[in-house]
Antibody
Framework: QIQLQQSGPGLVKPSQTLSLTCDISGDSVSRNDTAWNWFRQSPSRGLEWLGWTYGGWQWYNDHVVSVKGRIIINPDTSKNQFSLQLTSVTPEDTAIYYC??????????WGQGTLVTVSS | EIVLTQSPATLSVSPGERATLSCRASQSVSKKLAWYQHKPGQAPRLVISDASTRATGIPPRFSGSGSGTEFTLTISSLQSEDLAVYYCQQSGDWPWAFGQGTKVEIK
C-alpha cells in the first residue's frame, strides 16, 4: 500500500526557508518511471503545481512565477523521501502544501497536506 | 503549451440530479486526461484517469468520457459528499497542465 507522509513546521518566519519532507512507503523515490511532486493550495491562487523530482533530475513549474529561483526539490534515496525547500518566504507563501506521486500521467497518491503559515 | 478550460466555473445541482462538468483542451491530448476531486480540508483525489477509467474506490456514479479536445465528467446522481472543486489535468503533451477548476455546489 502506497502512502505519502508529510512532515515539517507549520509556521515559518518571513525571509526564512520553508522546508517540508515527504516520506514514501510502498514505493521508491528512485524509480525511473515515477515523478514525485509538490503542490500548494491557497484561496487566492487555487491549486499550484510547483515541480517534481523524477529519475534523479528536477523540474520546476515556470508558470508559478512567485516561486521561481526560490524552490528546490530533492530526493533522498537513503531515506526514501523527497523534500521541498522554499527560500526567502513571504506571507504570500502561506498555503497548504501537498506532496504527490505521478505515474502514467496521473497523480494517484497524495500526502495529507501541511498548512504552512508565514508570519512573524 | 496546451491550455485546459473548464466550464462552468460553478455548478449548483440538487441532490439526486445529474452534474455534467466540461473540460476543453486547446490541442488534442488523445485520451490522456484525468479528473480530480478536491474537498475542503482534504488532499485532492484522483477520480478518473485516461479520460474514462475510474480510480480505485471511486463510486460508479462518476464517469468520464471524451477524447482529443473535449472531455466530460458526469456525476449521475449527486450526493452531498460530492461537494468539491473538480480539476481536469492533461498528460498528453509536455508540459502537463491543470484546468482552473469547477466548483460543485449542492443546491
Amino acid at each position: 500500500q502506497i502512502q505519502l507522509q508529510q512532515s515539517g513546521p507549520g509556521l515559518v518566519k518571513p525571509s526564512q526557508t520553508l522546508s517540508l519532507t515527504c516520506d514514501i512507503s510502498g514505493d521508491s523515490v528512485s524509480r525511473n518511471d515515477t515523478a514525485w511532486n509538490w503542490f500548494r493550495q491557497s484561496p487566492s491562487r487555487g491549486l499550484e503545481w510547483l515541480g517534481w523530482t523524477y529519475g534523479g533530475w528536477q523540474w520546476y513549474n515556470d508558470h508559478v512565477v512567485s516561486v521561481k529561483g526560490r524552490i528546490i526539490i530533492n530526493p533522498d534515496t537513503s531515506k526514501n523521501q523527497f523534500s521541498l525547500q522554499l527560500t526567502s518566504v513571504t506571507p504570500e507563501d502561506t498555503a497548504i502544501y501537498y506532496c504527490a506521486r505521478a505515474r502514467s500521467g496521473a497523480f494517484a497518491y497524495w500526502g495529507q497536506g501541511t498548512l504552512v503559515t508565514v508570519s512573524s | 503549451e496546451i491550455v485546459l478550460t473548464q466550464s462552468p466555473a460553478t455548478l449548483s445541482v440538487s441532490p439526486g440530479e445529474r452534474a455534467t462538468l466540461s473540460c476543453r483542451a486547446s490541442q488534442s491530448v488523445s485520451k490522456k486526461l484525468a479528473w480530480y476531486q478536491h474537498k475542503p480540508g482534504q488532499a485532492p483525489r484522483l477520480v478518473i484517469s485516461d479520460a474514462s477509467t475510474r480510480a480505485t474506490g471511486i463510486p460508479p456514479r462518476f464517469s468520464g468520457s471524451g477524447s482529443g479536445t473535449e472531455f466530460t465528467l458526469t456525476i449521475s446522481s449527486l450526493q452531498s459528499e460530492d461537494l468539491a472543486v473538480y480539476y481536469c489535468q492533461q498528460s498528453g503533451d509536455w508540459p502537463w497542465a491543470f484546468g482552473q477548476g469547477t466548483k460543485v455546489e449542492i443546491k
